[in-house]
């Protein structure tokens, strides 16, 4: 399931494609996808100019000039294509393959934009668990899928006071308070296992446990594993792609997540000098928390 840097990932693509420009021509190829589409879906599309694209957690916004947000989720297995029109093109910083023939004409290939780059877009998925849906840009705040959702993790509300704060007197394991969606929106299962490693922290210690000196490097963990991942196109592990077609590479890099049994790679602290650092000896261990695989070593993370 795509997490927030994947769909920051594909925001980052489908934008010289859709930000700025019209969608010239919708094509919805079935009534719905996790949810009906809205009525006259299409005509409330065609036409209209994309203002602004954002990222809200996992959700894609595109702002259109009729006042409305196209609002978008990948669900488990979404993907965005964007195709050049007439030939291979270079949009801004990325290379957009011709579209082949019948692309936008698969079995899951549920929404088709044409905009005026010219460009095609094509939402396709597999298993239907994505949706898109179009919400009056400002009353968006207040929707059903927004009113309850807690900040941006790699915004600057995303601090050490906020964090100390949140995670104060709870007593549920970190792992778990970090990804409750209300209190930091966007965190998944593969983000919060690597953070907590950078960070030196168990995943099953009680969230209100803390040390006040934990916080700053929790909080730096979490938002550098965010940017390294979004920086390297997101992680793949079986459906996303990035707009372009290319997959991400961040699971490459990851040091825990996935790797249960392997040799660790952090650095423990070596006994004979301080500050002087050897390789962790220990292997990654796996542990089930609230449903959900837990990655951590138990000797770099305390
Ligand atoms: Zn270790």
């Given at each position: 399931m795509p997490e927030l840097p994947e769909v920051e990932t594909v925001r980052l693509g489908l934008a010289p494609a859709l930000e700025g420009h019209v969608i010239t021509q919708a094509r919805i190829r079935r009534g719905n996808l996790r949810i009906p589409f809205p009525p006259r879906f299409a005509e409330r599309l065609t036409g209209r100019k994309v203002e602004r694209l954002t990222r809200r957690a996992k959700y894609l916004l595109a702002a259109l000039d009729s006042g409305e947000t196209l609002v978008i989720h990948l669900g488990m297995s979404g993907r965005m294509s964007v195709y050049a029109e007439g030939h291979r093109q270079k949009l801004g910083n990325y290379v957009y393959d011709k579209a082949p023939d019948g692309a936008g004409d698969g079995k899951h290939d549920h929404v088709v934009f044409e905009t005026d780059v010219p460009a095609r877009i094509v939402f396709n998925d597999h298993r239907r668990f994505g949706l898109m849906t179009l919400v009056a840009t400002d009353a968006l705040d207040q929707d059903k899928l927004f009113k309850d959702m807690g900040i941006e993790p790699l915004s600057d509300k995303f601090n050490a006071a906020y964090l100390a704060k949140a995670l104060g007197g709870k007593k549920t394991p970190v792992k778990s308070a970090l990804l409750d969606q209300r209190l930091v929106a966007g965190l998944g299962n593969i983000y919060v296992c690597e953070a907590l490693f950078r960070a030196g922290i168990s995943p099953k210690r009680l969230a209100g446990s803390l040390k006040k000196d934990q916080i700053a490097p929790l909080l730096k963990a979490i938002k550098s594993v965010l940017k390294d991942a979004i920086a390297a196109g997101g992680s793949t592990l079986r459906d996303h792609a990035q707009a372009t077609g290319d997959p991400g590479n961040f699971q490459h890099r990851f040091?825990?997540?996935?790797?249960?049994?392997k040799p660790c790679k952090g650095l423990a602290s070596s006994s004979e000098a301080v500050g002087h650092k050897k390789r962790c000896k220990d292997t990654v261990k796996r542990i089930v928390q609230a449903g959900r695989s837990s990655f951590y070593c138990p000797a770099c993370q305390k």
């Open positions: 040091l825990v997540y996935g790797r249960e049994g």
